[in-house]
């Protein structure tokens, strides 16, 4: 009798023995497949119709009925593209369909009624940074920070050409939590010959300011 009890707390021993292994084996293999598991990376916001296209913007151009004319093209840093019969076109600063609309008129000289489509296929992250581009030496994408302004990046980009109109300068804003974008203009030379401060604005992330060229 003695014997046989034994035995059954034995067995009950071996089986909690091997529940507590199984669960071991199934902690393990959890954790195991969570250390593999990859990062999801985060999922760019879409692009809405009013998206502002910037320097390293990747575009797709279709020119309807007209595929010799139809390519894929980067926005340079000087914020400008150039497609078969559109050269050097400034691309940043406008969206999609204000850039297909422009390059529709330079291409009504060649082709007959010309019907554009831009598409952005890579938008760069721009919404880190401040972009200055157009009459300014050292065009570029300046890193964002609290509290930069326009004087900040006048200095990193080296001050404006002797083709520029500083006075016709402009914030490019884009729209951002469902807000419009917007352009606020920037009297450039008040702020850089006269010390006017209150051109000297605050920039926030994303913002593309533009240096026209003079009219001659």
């Given amino acids: 009798m003695f014997v046989v009890k034994a035995n059954a707390h034995a067995k009950k021993g071996i089986s909690r023995l091997k529940l507590l292994f199984v669960a071991s084996l199934a902690l393990c293999s959890t954790a195991v497949a969570s250390a593999q598991a990859p990062t999801p990376e985060p999922v760019p916001p879409p692009l809405t119709a009013d998206y502002i296209?910037?320097?390293?913007?990747?575009?797709?151009?279709?020119?309807?009925?007209?595929?010799?004319?139809?390519?894929?093209?980067?926005?340079r840093p000087d914020g400008k593209i150039s497609t078969p019969l559109v050269e050097d076109m400034t691309a940043a600063g406008k969206t999609p369909a204000q850039l297909a609309r422009e390059m529709e008129s330079v291409l009504a000289e060649y082709v007959r009624s010309p019907t554009v489509n831009v598409i952005v296929v890579t938008a760069a992250s721009t919404?880190?940074?401040?972009?200055?581009?157009?009459?300014?030496?050292?065009?570029?994408?300046?890193?964002?920070?609290?509290?930069?302004?326009?004087?900040?990046v006048m200095l990193l980009t080296g001050g404006v050409t002797d083709f520029a109109a500083p006075n016709r300068a402009k914030i490019v804003r884009a729209a951002v939590n469902g807000q419009k974008g917007k352009e606020e203009p920037v009297r450039l030379r008040d702020l850089l010959e006269k010390g006017d401060?209150?051109?000297?604005?605050?920039?926030?992330?994303?913002?593309?300011?533009?240096?026209?060229q003079a009219r001659f």
């Fill in 127 to 152: 919404m880190s940074k401040v972009q200055v581009f157009g009459q300014v030496k050292v065009p570029q994408a300046v890193p964002y920070r609290d509290g930069l302004r326009v004087l900040d």
């Fill in 197 to 212: 401060m209150k051109q000297n604005l605050l920039l926030m992330p994303g913002d593309i300011l533009v240096v026209p």
């Fill in 53 to 75: 296209i910037g320097p390293g913007d990747s575009l797709q151009i279709f020119v309807w009925r007209n595929p010799e004319l139809s390519t894929s093209v980067p926005v």
